[in-house]
């Protein structure tokens, strides 16, 4: 496997894998289950993968924790040499940003979809996603990319750009990994203790109700949003919300263009489910 630091090196890297199927699957490293299944993915339907890291300073707020964000390296390579990547792209930051962070330009994702839910308390998150994907889209050029759906905004803002942009990548969303008490992976599950871990396990509860609910065809918003809560009962929720794949809140599902999105806190702890209808 090859540690790629320089937009030279891959450009010789891609020159010496000419014509194969690039998957690639963008992190910010302290890579866990959730992210090597996305690369497991990339390894099995493509020639090639490539894993980039890179803790992208552009989607942190000032008082967020770019500093303190976990960076893992010989970890996240040794994990990545296991699962059968072919190379890990892991740029400094003046490498992405040769022209500083304040003088380039930039995208901005449409308000409706970006401004909503976890665009309320990151202002300017999704802007900074897109641009670092987009640079990383057109150093890589990847035949197909892989997010996980548990970052369901994401996902979707990032659709969008491929859409509208006309980029011609594959985004192949991924299901979400749980663990055994279906307890959505995430980095932050590290700092549940085990009273609030107990808590946090109402999310997997309450997106399992709303998923019997939809199985037996009660579609209302309202109906799933109100079992749902219920469920969450104890918890801080920041949203528990039915919408589209546009990120607007519907009044019923439509299967194939409809999730519900949660976000709550577990004491300091802020976790993010989601299901996908
Ligand atoms: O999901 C992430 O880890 C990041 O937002 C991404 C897509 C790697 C962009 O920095």
Redesign the pocket.
Known sequence: MQIIKTIDELKAFKENNKSKTIGFV???GALHSGHLSLIDNAVSNNDIAIVSI?V?PT?FGENEDFDIYPRTHQKDIELCKSTGASAVFMPEIDVLYPNGLDNEVILTPPVDMANVFEGTIRENHFGG?LR??LKLFNLISPTNAY?GRK?AQ?LLIIKKMVNDLFLDINIIPCDIVRDKNNLALSSRNIYLDSASYEMALKIPNAINKAISLVSANILESKIIENTAMACLNGLEVDYCNVVDFNLKKIREIKKGDSLLLIAARVGKVRLLDNCWF
């Open positions: 963008p992190t910010m890179f992208n989607q996603v670092v994907v997010f970052d994401q």
